[in-house]
């Protein structure tokens, strides 16, 4: 009787599993867009296939919160505007939290914060302000937070030169056509400083902070009207924060806080 009674469980274990994967892919998907140009938080590799911070952390919250979701490649500049048109449904890029961005889409939690700073060539002499880069020539991502800071604090007086990739920015800097880049800090570092094509520049002038560009912190972004979903993320956001899942996603990729302050 004891080893009836157990087969039914088990059996009946592996129904209920089978019904709950199956209403999972029964599910209608959730689209998620990034660029894929911004190693090593999104970014493919040789196959094609999504890799990177941004990846994993968006894989564990869809699996937290039991939803069906699945990549859609768009162009930075093109995420909101595609976000709002419903060829995607959350935007998973590394974006800000800025109050102009808040006028158009609606944020989870921020799952990571960092500040932003420039890097120019070692000993190259560059000083960070109006006189330091005047007639030089800076790199930025275009549309990006670092591409607004820039052209209102150095546009009248710097050649502020915009790439689709943050990728293409490095290479103009190493082959000698930038005098300087702005970009995330971490990004910086990790995808470039730290790396072969890195040697020989460094990071110049002081950490920018400043909120009103730097914003409130990294976040998911999805429709004004897409209330319940942004909340199933913001639970979830907060399980793997408490359940050591982030952690163990961050540290493959980071050797200090990547989530900032609470």
């Known amino acids: 009787m004891k080893k009836t009674m157990t087969l039914a469980l088990v059996l009946a274990s592996l129904v209920s599993g089978m019904v709950s994967g199956s209403a999972l892919a029964a599910q209608k998907p959730v689209r998620l867009a990034s660029d894929f140009t911004y190693p ?85 002499g560059i000083t960070i302000s109006e006189q330091g880069l005047a007639g030089k020539r800076i790199g930025v991502q275009l549309g990006t937070i670092h591409d607004r800071y820039v052209t209102d604090k150095f546009g009248d007086v710097a050649n502020i030169r915009r790439y689709n990739g943050q990728d293409e920015v490095y290479l103009d800097l190493q082959s000698g056509r930038l005098d300087a880049v702005f970009g995330n800090s971490d990004q910086l570092a990790l995808a470039f400083l730290e790396k072969e094509q890195g040697k020989g520049f460094e990071f110049v002038g002081d950490a920018v902070t400043d909120p009103a560009y730097i914003g409130e912190g990294t976040a998911l972004a999805l429709r004004k009207n897409d209330k319940a979903l942004a909340e199933k993320f913001n639970q979830a956001i907060a399980t793997i924060r408490a359940n050591g899942t982030y952690d163990q996603i961050a540290a493959k990729y980071f050797s200090f806080d990547i989530y900032g302050k609470k």
């Open 40 to 124: 090593p938080f999104n970014y493919k590799d040789e196959s094609g296939t999504p890799k990177g911070f941004d990846i994993e952390i968006a894989d564990a919250l869809c699996q937290e919160a039991k939803l069906n979701c699945e990549w859609v490649s768009q162009s930075w500049d093109g995420l909101i505007p595609s976000l709002l048109a419903r060829k995607s449904d959350v935007i998973m890029a590394s974006m800000r939290i800025t109050e102009e961005r808040k006028q158009r889409v609606l944020f989870t939690d921020k799952y990571y914060q960092t500040p932003a700073r420039f890097v120019a060539g070692s000993g190259a």
